[in-house]
């Protein structure tokens, strides 16, 4: 108790929970918190359900009727503020507390592990805990995170989906779905019927709504034992991490219950103060939270690129199935002599290549404009070209002067022949750059260029996207946070792979997320970056690939030769993975006749290696 004899703000919360009569020091301290909040509102938008990418429109949040009257959470007020927290060390600062809650069977905290309730073990108990705490949203609407089976039996969330005997994976992922959604629905009457909107379709994620007069609050109940049915999860379950590459097991939560709300807590706040929201449901969704976030400030001080629309790519003719910049998928046979003096085979990658390309990249928005011809020529020519599609005739390999031992320097380009494709701004430059540096010598005129499509309004639209990841890339690698390094990832791979999918921006307030081209030019910049790399491997060592798979490229080298950087900055190379190569190893390569073969002898190399 203060010297006043009032109870301290931390001890007054848990009051307020558990005695709910309206007197005048609770309205009041209410009225203050929602003034606080209705000065700082944020809009968010909400993310996909389970089952389909459901589209929600962007709400201003405020705290919801926090005057509830009912009194049937059954736990022990005074011990509950004389208890100490949850954790015996809080895993990390409060920066989540006021936007998360995490329920586990012994009860309820806050993701600094300051606790709350006891246990959470009714409907009618869930939704008194969500309108006494007022959350606010944080990139993304407020949570309430289920941790543990015990947990959502308390709750009556209970499924059966079946044994892995006797189905396949995604007939198990469809019947609980479908599980989750009965039970769910059925189960949210006390809320319904207390002013609560269920949006979406119900499933491990049950995204809920609240209008009081003017104000809407939105809130995601997101059921953690359930997050393998998420139908584009993968193998990935965004901040909880990775289940099932043995390499990343340590990105999953403990298993223990208690571990594991307290884990969860600690990446809640991490993601907080480092990459400035919540975590979405998925890497992708989290990556679009930081970039909606950067946006929202440059409309609120009308500085920086404003992206409003989607960039859907433009109705080409001669257009090519697939992706616009293919990744390369290439292997060769080595010529006679070349192994005679090498001792190991070495896997380089670029660090963090697609978030090194976002940040440098100038991207075109809005309307683009089609032109033919000399026009399209002309703007080819320019020294600064502008960002867009163009429509070139590729020349024959054979007739150009090119590496041996390397890839074409385009995917769609032919040995034997001419090929018309369209290609970005970033592989007219690459193609147009000298041999030495990785392109492909060419001059415009050798391009034929018939049309293109260009974009007048451009900017640097991801660079302070790639900043913010870079910098929380470089905290979880300074502090070995694998988890959090791991999740990093997700969020820039997740949403730059997403950027294709238009299915996954269907809300009139995510399209602009829907950028193709975006993707395809960082694609095309990574694969132009490594082959400048190779080159310069080429000149220093005398080594050449053996094969590239996107951006990795394996060599076979000697102890003396160093292929990677020294420096640590995204896009520089960095050894992914090595291992001895015995003399058998290389009789075999000798052996092989196609690069299949070639590529299967490698991969049996680091399987033994290990």
Request: glycine content about 8%; hydrophobic content about 35%.
């Amino acid at each position: 108790m203060s010297p006043k004899g009032e109870p301290s703000p931390e001890i007054a919360e848990q009051i307020a929970l558990f005695d709910l009569a309206d007197s005048d020091a609770t309205t009041g301290r209410n009225n203050e918190r929602n003034d606080e909040r209705n000065d700082s509102v944020e809009t968010v938008v909400a993310a996909t359900t389970a089952t389909e990418a459901a589209s929600a429109d962007a709400v201003a949040d405020t705290v919801a009727d926090t005057s509830a009257t009912e009194t049937d959470i059954a736990s022990d007020a005074t011990d509950a503020a004389h208890s100490p927290p949850t954790w015996e060390s809080l895993p990390a600062g409060e920066e989540a507390d006021g936007h998360a809650i995490v329920v586990s069977a012994g009860g309820s905290c806050r993701p600094s592990g300051h606790p709350l309730t006891g246990p959470v073990d009714s409907i009618a108990k869930l939704a008194k805990l969500i309108g006494w705490a007022g959350l606010q949203p944080m990139g993304a609407p407020a949570q309430v995170w289920i941790v543990g089976m015990d947990a959502c039996e308390q709750l009556g969330w209970m499924i059966d989906p079946g044994s892995e005997d006797d189905a396949t994976p995604e007939q198990l992922r469809t019947d609980a779905c479908t599980q989750l959604e009965h039970l769910i629905s059925t189960s949210l009457e006390p809320m319904l019927t207390d002013g609560w909107e269920l949006r979406g379709t119900p499933g491990h994620r049950i995204h809920l709504s609240r209008t009081v007069g003017k104000s809407t609050a939105m809130v995601d109940v997101i059921l953690e034992p359930y997050a393998w049915t998420m139908w584009n999860s993968g193998d990935t379950l965004g901040i909880l991490g990775t289940e099932s590459d043995d390499e990343l097991r340590d990105t999953e939560l403990p298993s223990a219950d208690a571990d594991a709300a307290r884990e969860l807590g600690r990446r809640l706040a991490w993601s907080v103060k480092n990459l400035g929201v919540l975590p979405g449901h998925t890497g992708a969704r989290t990556g679009a939270a930081v970039l909606d976030k950067i946006r929202r400030e440059r409309k609120r001080t009308g500085k920086g690129l404003i992206v409003n629309t989607a960039g859907p790519v433009p109705p080409l003719d001669n257009e090519r199935p697939g992706d616009l910049e293919p990744a390369v998928l290439w292997t060769r046979l080595p010529e006679p002599g070349e192994l005679e003096d090498t001792t190991r085979l070495v896997t380089i990658d670029q660090r963090a290549a697609y978030l090194a390309s976002a940040g440098m990249l100038t991207f075109g928005t809005g309307a683009s404009r089609h032109v033919f011809a000399d026009e399209a020529e002309t703007a080819a020519r320019e020294t600064k070209r502008p960002f867009g599609l163009w429509l070139v005739t590729l020349p024959a390999a054979a007739s150009l002067n090119l590496p041996t031992r390397l890839p074409l320097p385009h995917p769609h380009m032919r040995n034997d022949q001419p090929v018309s494709t369209w290609v970005t701004t970033v592989s007219l430059e690459g193609l147009t750059s000298p041999v030495v540096d990785g392109g492909a010598g060419l001059d415009v005129d050798d391009l034929a260029i018939s049309e293109a499509w260009i974009y007048a309004e451009q900017g640097r639209a991801l660079e302070s996207w790639a900043a913010t990841l870079r910098t929380a890339r470089q905290i979880a690698t300074t502090t070995d946070d694998r988890p959090m390094k791991e999740f990093t990832a997700a969020c820039y791979k997740g949403y730059i792979g997403r950027m294709l999918n238009p299915d996954m921006w269907t809300s009139t307030k995510m399209q602009h997320h829907h950028q193709p081209l975006w993707r395809a030019s960082i694609m095309a910049h990574s694969r132009w970056r490594g082959r400048r790399a190779a080159m310069r491997i080429a000149r220093e060592t005398g080594r050449w690939p053996l094969r590239t798979v996107t951006d990795s490229w394996v060599y076979a080298v000697s102890d003396d030769d160093q292929i990677a950087d020294d420096s640590t900055a995204l896009g520089k190379l960095t050894i992914e993975k090595q291992t001895p190569l015995s003399g058998s190893i290389i009789e075999d390569l000798y052996s092989a006749n196609e690069g299949v073969q070639v590529r299967d002898i490698l991969v049996r190399a680091y399987r033994e290696g290990h």
